[in-house]
T-cell receptor, first 117, second 111 residues
Framework: DAGVIQSPRHEVTEMGQEVTLRCKPISGHDYLFWYRQTMMRGLELLIYFNNNVPIDDSGMPEDRFSAKMPNASFSTLKIQPSEPRDSAVYFC???????????????FGDGTRLSIL | DQQVKQNSPSLSVQEGRISILNCDYTNSMFDYFLWYKKYPAEGPTFLISISSIKDKNEDGRFTVFLNKSAKHLSLHIVPSQPGDSAVYFCAASSGYSTLTFGKGTMLLVSP
């Protein structure tokens, strides 16, 4: 079975450019999460969706960050304009039903390593 | 303000011995706990979980212990194998909330 697929795996771009990260969740999963991992803050939740609807975006650091889920098999995280402090590894995860805190674990993609110069 | 703390950034163990990874939490409302394992350049992979109604859960070489009064959980790996070398994340949640992760402990199992 295909896991969570993220693209690109690596992204290097200059400050001020728009960055779009993509995620394909596991088929049949109805929750999708975006995380950011940094040395200082560890793994932190940015936003999550349930049935394609954003439920909690309180972790999104600034208005420069936005996320969409146009359908059950695709989500994007966009940063515009990007800044050097956005450099991090961004993970997407999905899980199947039963409530956000059900005993179904989240399954993670392999992440996008983002470097903003 | 970290609600889930993994105070040991790293741990070294010899192959065949027991690895014990620790995790402390401050939020008494947490009722579900998980451990994830992460290899370099890969995403975290679910390892084992425990509900607050239990104090122990076992899956093969992996056992998680929960001490609610101390707000402490631990992951035991017996026997440890070189392939267990990875970063281990503790995570917790309550009710309908999302997961809160610790910063991870890097385990190195040497042959």
């Amino acid at each position: 079975d295909a896991g969570v697929i993220q693209s690109p795996r690596h992204e290097v771009t200059e400050m001020g450019q728009e960055v779009t990260l993509r995620c394909k969740p596991i088929s049949g999963h109805d929750y999708l999460f975006w995380y950011r991992q940094t040395m200082m803050r560890g793994l932190e939740l940015l936003i999550y969706f349930n049935n394609n609807v954003p439920i909690d975006d309180s972790g999104m650091p600034e208005d420069r960050f936005s996320a969409k889920m146009p359908n059950a098999s695709f989500s994007t995280l966009k940063i515009q304009p990007s800044e050097p402090r956005d450099s991090a590894v961004y993970f997407c995860a999905s899980k199947k039903g039963g409530g956000v805190n059900s005993n179904q674990p989240q399954h993670f993609g392999d992440g996008t390593r983002l470097s903003i110069l | 303000d970290q609600q889930v703390k993994q105070n040991s950034p790293s741990l070294s163990v010899q192959e065949g011995r027991i690895s014990i990874l620790n995790c402390d939490y401050t939020n008494s409302m947490f009722d579900y706990f998980l451990w994830y394992k992460k290899y370099p350049a890969e995403g975290p992979t679910f390892l084992i979980s425990i509900s607050s109604i239990k104090d122990k859960n076992e899956d093969g070489r992996f056992t998680v212990f929960l001490n609610k009064s101390a707000k402490h959980l631990s992951l035991h790996i017996v026997p440890s194998q070189p392939g267990d070398s990875a970063v281990y994340f503790c995570a917790a949640s309550s009710g309908y909330s999302t997961l809160t992760f610790g910063k991870g402990t890097m385990l190195l199992v040497s042959p």
